[in-house]
């Protein structure tokens, strides 16, 4: 019978030490980039720590004052949006000595708040929060002590960094481009939101205050209407279903992600309805699959890998003390314009 094989003993920063030749304070100080560090001493270390196969102890590095992990927080990761904004932060710290650990905690309020105390609890260096639906008061209360960046949330801080795309603008875009192919019957489709939870400009919030305030400046607020509907494939379908079965269907839809965008597409081809020639459709996020050959989608472009990199920018500026003032920046939209949006069919 053959002996379990042993663990292999994990390696130590005394071994790394004995193995380059210097004092331990000096791989702590390689370990901290420390300054004062030569090159040759750097060289000299991380040499030793890559023949070793030398990985810190995060709890370790916790109790010196660092982790180098960053934790992010998104609610579905099936929205492809999301996807775009983790690439960009990938990107930015890509050739950092920082990690990236994900939490997709659901839509509940509930749920994201332990995710994120969860962050925190382990010491993670800072957070990016997508979107978030917990208390806003929670996520201050944090952020007052880990470093954290919202994306998403209008609502102005002085406490968390702000990333954020000109919703309002976003949508004004959409309703132009609409109206000036002739439709007047738009509906929106938009995220119902986390009740209670504090925040009073998110995504949804601005983006339908957009919609009206461009539908009201076309002369149509009679035929604004929004169905609320999670920003999934399921949601998109359950609101095209109840849109497009109505005694009077919209000409056109919008909605507040591409990924819903897909769903009202699939309630309408279960119809029997074409898009565009029965109902003109337009997302928003602009996510690699809008420009499938087979989907071909109107789009809101806001910029998702560059929020994502500039979110890590601006948390990386944060934790290694660069800055100490909370700061916001805003992505302008533009509308890309494919093959789910024309002029609406003749109706008797």
Avoid at 24 to 45: D, F, H, I, P
Avoid at 155 to 171: E, F, K, N, T
Avoid at 198 to 213: A, C, H, K, M, N
Avoid at 223 to 229: I, L, N
């Amino acid at each position: 019978m053959e002996s379990a094989p042993q663990r292999k003993k994990r390696v130590t920063i005394t071994d790394v030490a004995h193995h380059a030749g210097v004092s331990t304070a000096a791989v702590s100080k390689v370990l901290r980039n420390a300054y004062g560090v030569s090159a040759a001493m750097q060289e000299r270390v991380r040499a030793a720590m890559a023949e070793l196969d030398y990985r810190p102890h995060a709890a370790a590095r916790g109790m010196r004052g660092r982790t180098y992990t960053i934790g992010v927080l998104l609610d579905n990761i099936r929205n492809t949006f999301f996807a775009d904004i983790l690439d960009g932060i990938q990107d930015q710290l890509h050739d950092s000595e920082y990690t990236v650990m994900v939490g997709a905690a659901g839509f509940g309020a509930d749920a994201q708040a332990k995710t994120i105390r969860s962050m925190v609890d382990r010491q993670m260096d800072g957070l990016i929060l997508i979107a978030p639906g917990t208390q806003r008061t929670e996520v201050m209360a944090m952020a007052q002590s880990t470093p954290t960046v919202v994306i998403g949330h209008h609502d102005p801080s002085d406490i968390h960094d702000s990333v954020l795309d000109a919703d309002g603008l976003g949508a004004g875009l959409v309703i132009d481009h609409l109206v000036s192919a002739g439709h007047r019957d738009i509906a929106l489709v938009s995220a119902p939101g986390t009740k209670s939870s504090q925040w009073t400009r998110t995504p949804e919030i601005v983006l339908t205050s957009g919609y009206l305030e461009a539908m009201e400046r076309h002369g149509l607020q009679e035929y604004s209407r929004v169905c609320r509907a999670a920003y999934s494939d399921d949601g998109g379908y359950k609101a095209g279903m109840s849109l497009l079965t109505a005694e009077k269907p919209p000409t056109a839809i919008m909605t507040g992600a591409d990924v819903a965008a897909l769903g009202v597409w699939r309630a309408a081809h279960e119809l029997g309805l074409r898009v565009p020639e029965d109902v003109s459709l337009v997302g928003y996020n602009n996510t690699a699959i809008a420009d499938l050959a087979t989907v071909q989608l109107t789009s809101v472009d806001q910029a998702g890998h560059t929020m994502g990199s500039t979110a890590a920018k601006m948390l990386i500026e944060r934790v290694e003390g660069h800055r100490d003032r909370a700061t916001q920046t805003t992505m302008t939209p533009r509308l890309v314009v494919r093959h789910s949006t024309s002029a609406p069919a003749a109706r008797p």
